[in-house]
């Protein structure tokens, strides 16, 4: 039974560039979240896709969008990146959006 | 509203000891707080999670100490091992049915052999 995948595990971009990260849910699950981490510090929550549709969203701006396909799987897309944007980007799944979350093991984002 | 705080930044203890890790938190709408554990690259992993009506709860080596009145909650290792070495996460659940996560800023644990 595969976990939360996520694709890809390191990238660099440059500032003013946009990025698109993927996330496969553990097997089941129907409910994906994002989260950012800085280095040394906790996940921040950006925001959480259940049925197709943002149903909430953290303090991030609408650079940062999402989608959620069919099959449950989900796209992180960030606009106009900045310096601040370099962090380990998490996807969670769980079943049903209130459900214990299994997380993936990231997307390393550096910005330069 | 929002924040959890969480102390110490880092920790070490001698294999068997019994290391405590603290969380407070502001907002009273919190409803599940949970305690995670990470490992260098890999992602948070859920170790033990406890509501407000409970005031401890055990699971294995982990114990989770809540203090309602005093908005704080605790984790506790007994009996650590070197393979506990990881960074622990307390986390506090906001946005009602959703699991919107408010996370701590981290405790480095290091368990010497």
């Known amino acids: 039974d595969a976990g939360v995948t996520q694709s890809p595990t390191h990238l660099i971009k440059t500032r003013g560039q946009q990025v698109t990260l993927r996330c496969s849910p553990k097997s089941g699950h129907d409910t994906v979240s994002w989260y950012q981490q800085a280095l040394g510090q906790g996940p921040q929550f950006i925001f959480q896709y259940y049925e197709e549709e943002e149903r909430q969203r953290g303090n991030f701006p609408d650079r940062f969008s999402g989608h959620q396909f069919p099959n449950y799987s989900s796209e992180l897309n960030v606009n106009a990146l900045l310096l601040g944007d370099s962090a380990l980007y998490l996807c969670a799944s769980s079943l049903v959006a209130a459900g214990e979350l299994f997380f993936g093991e990231g997307s390393r984002l550096t910005v330069l | 509203q929002q924040q959890v705080k969480q102390s110490p930044q880092s920790l070490i203890v001698q294999k068997g000891g019994i290391p405590i890790i603290n969380c407070a938190y502001e907002?009273?709408?919190?409803?599940?707080f949970p305690w995670y554990q990470q490992f260098p690259g890999k992602g948070p992993a859920l170790l033990i999670a406890i509501r407000p009506d409970v005031s401890e709860k055990k699971e294995g080596r982990f114990t989770i100490s809540f203090n309602k009145s005093a908005k704080q909650f605790s984790l506790h290792i007994m009996d650590s091992q070197p393979g506990d070495s990881a960074t622990y996460f307390c986390a506090a659940n906001w946005g009602g049915s959703a699991r919107q996560l408010t996370f701590g800023s981290g405790t480095q644990l290091t368990v010497l052999p």
């Open positions: 907002n009273t709408a919190f409803d599940y």
